[in-house]
């Protein structure tokens, strides 16, 4: 779908070019006239949450009149919200080449292409819409969202309050506002916006209207705790880390605890997660609980149970004031007892070595970055420079982050013309590409005969299909003959705000020292300097967004 949007917008954008020099030259734009009560009446469905009902309105609208704008639109609209990305990009299109100047045909459009993962190209739209309508509202929250994924969590508020004043009862925008001041850490703004989506929802959107009540209580009690993860302890600190099947695996200490505990540090997590078992061992209660959770495995989704750890020690470094899922763990073969998200970690600069199975961080008020990296190994500081000079295998490469707190990188992967958005996840022991991709022509000859068993965040799912990539990049960092398994994506592309088309898992960053800067987003890969490993067809991997 991504592949079929890039190519028809670089078709639609030239034939909107011409239309809209047309219109200019003849002063022809469409008579405005009040919606048919048909379009009326499909526009109510919306509202009530039917997106089906209304795409049957409009589409019989249509039949008689295929040029009605308002029918059009309300049928992109009604897409849009079913996830129906091709559709509502087809549908606002039309709209286009009938009004190069409809402001809410050009946000259709944006968001759309956003939902795809087009960022670049949806701000253009998002843009073209504003010139033409500085209050479309649809416009000014795509931006947001865009500052919101890119981490420029100031500017994302702003821009969603003021969609969220154009239009108070699209949930959508009060929604995407709980995020952006949960993410903030504006609890009590995340906590009334989440409310005011219950009231306005429509009452068809149980699955979410569950987990957003459970996750109003949550904020409720974070609010009541003072600042959260509050770092202590020394600046800086550099520990061992296992990594049996590619994942880096630590000790940690909890709540003072003498007993060290195995938590995985899991960059495809926004918050950290303790086992249920290890819960019950510490006296560890849940304080809220509510709804299911998408994730790769099993069903597909687990259910919501909150917790709340005092503090966690890594090394010689404390975080303080810790909110934390309680889930089963599935993997028996390599027993851990929790997560370590990235809202632990975000605060420092972050190395993990794959060659000395070592991880360092540093408090980043304490780091001029400008300058230069720096992180403990083996009692020695190492420097890895800041500007990259021409040549240097060491490449600094941008992140986002999705709606439910994964890192994504765009990855470019041959016989793609365009690069994909995969979830770095070093909690994952092997790639991963959805089964969409998968069935793209590029990748259809690549299946290998042996099948794995995958445990993921849901549950564990059997005779998972395997491809060999020949080559997957990451900026300038690129290993050939990849292991990928193959995987439904769509669990976690329901709110991830963008589709994911797969994971870079701990058999592409086992080769390399990486980076991670939290406050630029982004992140830096150095090659160990050796061959990378013969990729094992091990029956028995993780992978846990």
């Given at each position: 779908?991504?592949?079929?949007?890039?190519?028809?917008?670089?078709?639609?954008?030239?034939?909107?070019?011409?239309?809209?020099?047309?219109?200019?030259?003849?002063?022809?734009?469409?008579?405005?006239?009040?919606?048919?009560?048909?379009?009326?009446?499909?526009?109510?469905?919306?509202?009530?949450?039917?997106?089906?009902?209304?795409?049957?309105?409009?589409?019989?609208?249509?039949?008689?009149?295929?040029?009605?704008?308002?029918?059009?639109?309300?049928?992109?609209?009604?897409?849009?919200?079913?996830?129906?990305?091709?559709?509502?990009?087809?549908?606002?299109?039309?709209?286009?080449?009938?009004?190069?100047?409809?402001?809410?045909?050009?946000?259709?459009?944006?968001?759309?292409?956003?939902?795809?993962?087009?960022?670049?190209?949806?701000?253009?739209?998002?843009?073209?819409?504003?010139?033409?309508?500085?209050?479309?509202?649809?416009?000014?929250?795509?931006?947001?969202?865009?500052?919101?994924?890119?981490?420029?969590?100031?500017?994302?508020?702003?821009?969603?309050?003021?969609?969220?004043?154009?239009?108070?009862?699209?949930?959508?925008?009060?929604?995407?506002?709980?995020?952006?001041?949960?993410?903030?850490?504006?609890?009590?703004?995340?906590?009334?916006?989440?409310?005011?989506?219950?009231?306005?929802?429509?009452?068809?959107?149980?699955?979410?209207?569950?987990?957003?009540?459970?996750?109003?209580?949550?904020?409720?009690?974070?609010?009541?705790?003072?600042?959260?993860?509050?770092?202590?302890?020394?600046?800086?600190?550099?520990?061992?880390?296992?990594?049996?099947?590619?994942?880096?695996?630590?000790?940690?200490?909890?709540?003072?605890?003498?007993?060290?505990?195995?938590?995985?540090?899991?960059?495809?997590?926004?918050?950290?997660?303790?086992?249920?078992?290890?819960?019950?061992?510490?006296?560890?209660?849940?304080?809220?609980?509510?709804?299911?959770?998408?994730?790769?495995?099993?069903?597909?989704?687990?259910?919501?149970?909150?917790?709340?750890?005092?503090?966690?020690?890594?090394?010689?470094?404390?975080?303080?004031?810790?909110?934390?899922?309680?889930?089963?763990?599935?993997?028996?073969?390599?027993?851990?007892?929790?997560?370590?998200?990235?809202?632990?970690?975000?605060?420092?600069?972050?190395?993990?070595?794959?060659?000395?199975?070592?991880?360092?961080?540093?408090?980043?008020?304490?780091?001029?970055?400008?300058?230069?990296?720096?992180?403990?190994?083996?009692?020695?500081?190492?420097?890895?420079?800041?500007?990259?000079?021409?040549?240097?295998?060491?490449?600094?490469?941008?992140?986002?982050?999705?709606?439910?707190?994964?890192?994504?990188?765009?990855?470019?992967?041959?016989?793609?013309?365009?690069?994909?958005?995969?979830?770095?996840?070093?909690?994952?022991?092997?790639?991963?590409?959805?089964?969409?991709?998968?069935?793209?022509?590029?990748?259809?000859?690549?299946?290998?005969?042996?099948?794995?068993?995958?445990?993921?965040?849901?549950?564990?799912?059997?005779?998972?299909?395997?491809?060999?990539?020949?080559?997957?990049?990451?900026?300038?960092?690129?290993?050939?003959?990849?292991?990928?398994?193959?995987?439904d994506m769509e669990p976690v592309n329901e709110t991830a705000g963008f589709t994911q088309s797969g994971i870079?898992?701990?058999?592409?960053?086992?080769?390399?020292?990486?980076?991670?800067?939290?406050?630029?987003?982004?992140?830096?890969?150095?090659?160990?300097?050796?061959?990378?490993?013969?990729?094992?067809?091990?029956?028995?991997?993780?992978?846990?967004?």
């Amino acid at each position: 779908m991504q592949s079929q949007i890039n190519m028809r917008l670089r078709r639609v954008a030239a034939c909107c070019l011409a239309a809209f020099v047309l219109s200019l030259a003849v002063i022809s734009h469409p008579t405005v006239a009040a919606p048919s009560k048909a379009v009326i009446k499909g526009q109510k469905a919306i509202k009530k949450g039917d997106f089906t009902g209304a795409e049957k309105i409009f589409r019989e609208v249509l039949v008689k009149d295929s040029h009605d704008i308002d029918a059009r639109l309300g049928l992109s609209f009604a897409q849009l919200k079913q996830r129906n990305l091709q559709g509502a990009y087809d549908n606002a299109s039309r709209v286009i080449m009938l009004d190069p100047l409809s402001a809410r045909a050009h946000a259709l459009l944006g968001a759309a292409i956003l939902g795809a993962g087009e960022f670049r190209l949806s701000i253009e739209e998002f843009r073209t819409a504003l010139s033409l309508n500085e209050q479309e509202a649809l416009a000014i929250s795509g931006l947001a969202m865009v500052d919101f994924y890119e981490n420029r969590l100031t500017i994302s508020l702003a821009g969603l309050r003021r969609a969220v004043e154009l239009d108070p009862n699209e949930p959508d925008y009060v929604f995407n506002l709980g995020q952006a001041a949960a993410r903030s850490e504006k609890y009590k703004e995340a906590a009334d916006a989440y409310e005011r989506f219950l009231v306005i929802a429509p009452k068809t959107d149980l699955d979410r209207r569950e987990r957003i009540a459970g996750l109003i209580d949550f904020l409720r009690y974070l609010g009541r705790q003072g600042s959260l993860y509050v770092a202590g302890g020394e600046a800086h600190t550099s520990v061992k880390f296992e990594a049996f099947d590619n994942r880096p695996i630590l000790s940690v200490r909890l709540n003072g605890e003498r007993k060290p505990y195995r938590f995985v540090l899991d960059t495809g997590s926004g918050m950290s997660v303790v086992s249920d078992e290890t819960a019950q061992k510490m006296g560890l209660k849940p304080v809220a609980r509510g709804g299911l959770a998408r994730a790769v495995g099993g069903g597909g989704k687990f259910e919501i149970v909150y917790g709340y750890v005092n503090s966690i020690e890594i090394g010689e470094v404390r975080i303080e004031n810790v909110p934390v899922y309680i889930r089963k763990f599935f993997d028996v073969n390599v027993p851990v007892d929790g997560y370590l998200g990235l809202s632990v970690i975000s605060k420092f600069l972050t190395s993990i070595d794959y060659g000395t199975r070592q991880m360092g961080l540093v408090r980043q008020s304490q780091t001029d970055v400008t300058e230069a990296w720096t992180t403990v190994r083996r009692g020695e500081t190492v420097q890895a420079l800041a500007a990259v000079a021409p040549g240097d295998p060491t490449i600094e490469v941008p992140l986002r982050t999705t709606s439910s707190g994964f890192l994504s990188g765009e990855v470019e992967l041959d016989g793609f013309d365009k690069t994909l958005n995969f979830i770095i996840d070093t909690a994952a022991s092997i790639t991963v590409v959805s089964e969409k991709l998968s069935q793209q022509e590029q990748l259809l000859d690549l299946l290998q005969p042996s099948k794995m068993r995958v445990y993921g965040a849901a549950g564990v799912t059997e005779d998972v299909k395997l491809l060999q990539l020949p080559k997957l990049s990451l900026g300038l960092s690129k290993l050939e003959k990849l292991n990928a398994a193959v995987l439904d994506m769509e669990p976690v592309n329901e709110t991830a705000g963008f589709t994911q088309s797969g994971i870079l898992g701990g058999n592409f960053l086992r080769n390399f020292r990486v980076y991670f800067d939290f406050a630029r987003g982004s992140i830096r890969l150095e090659p160990l300097g050796q061959r990378p490993r013969v990729e094992s067809n091990n029956p028995e991997v993780v992978a846990t967004p």
